[in-house]
């Protein structure tokens, strides 16, 4: 007899920005784990475009990273077929849902957001109302979807954490309308250092020698890891607060190669810091040249790409106007 089950189904819902070079960072903390889900009932990526105009882009550049992100996650081996890829913006539940739950949303809890702060620093000039609703903007995102689990690197945990306070606020006030989402973040790989300062966060909107982008090519990823910042020791150690550099790259070997950290320090015990970048570019670079070039062969068929993007939102649109009307209905707004 089949067993009943109340469990929810799963839906995997994640983003990233086009607002730069995709990181190893971004790699590595999430795009990589994205397949894991491969089992789960409905899985949605998107390219967060919406996001990336909280800080002043090239417009036609935006354009084309949005569409590389979404071929990127294809190279990766999301099939478009099974998974939900899309550009944020052609669905545009996704600005109406921000808006209600803004007003569902405290000034005090916006304010506490470290990314908040760390981006106000950085764009001094330019700190715009959306950068400061951000989060709230992502919520919806999630929340749209009935998400129940949210893959993402450490940083983005602070912004899962507010969206399920939106969410069990206004289930508490209208009823059952949100699935209370969980973060997925893996913890050997959920914070890639800068490679430069590597007491710093990798960031793709850093200089060019401190983060390695997936498109990098060989040559420009092992010059970039060797310049990396280690320490003045020789021993090869994981040891993050004394020893940040040399545990990053040890964290890039461990997470590329599904290495137990022990298993990675005994493979180069009594080697100095010269082999260790060498282990970790060639990780790094058997990592990428599959992706590099499955992902040129994606870009080349820009008909396919636009279809599947077309086809991709139209599906996502589907899911999203089903908790859009049900929360127009709740807080009162007219539907015809
Ligand atoms: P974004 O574009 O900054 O980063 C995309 C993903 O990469 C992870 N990440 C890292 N992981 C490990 N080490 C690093 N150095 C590193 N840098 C970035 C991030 O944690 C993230 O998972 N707000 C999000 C995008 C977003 C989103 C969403 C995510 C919009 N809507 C809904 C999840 C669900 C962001 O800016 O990520």
Redesign the pocket.
Known sequence: MEEKTTEKKQVI???????GN??????????RNFSIFDEAETRLY?V?DL?SLTVRQNSAELRKRSLSLAALYMACGLDPENNIIYC?STVSAHAELAWILNCFTYMGELSRMT?FKDKSAKHADNINAGLFT??V???S??LLYQ?TT????????Q??EI?RDIAQRFNSLYGDVFTVPEPY?RTV??????LSEPTK????SDPEES?VSVFDKPDVIRRKIRRAVTDSETEIRYAPETKPGVSNLLTIISALENKPMDDVVASLSGLGYGALKEAAAEAVIREFTPIQARFDEIMADKETLSRLLKQGAEHAEALARKTLRKVYKKVGLVQL
């Open positions: 819902y994640s983003a990233i920005q086009p607002s995709i990181t190893l960072g971004n790699y590595i903390g999430a795009l998107c967060a996001h944020q990314q951000y989060p903007l992502m919520a995102d999630i998400t949210v893959p993402v690197g450490i940083d983005q945990k912004h899962v969206c973040i790989s959920a914070k890639i250092q800068s966060k990798m960031s793709k983060f």
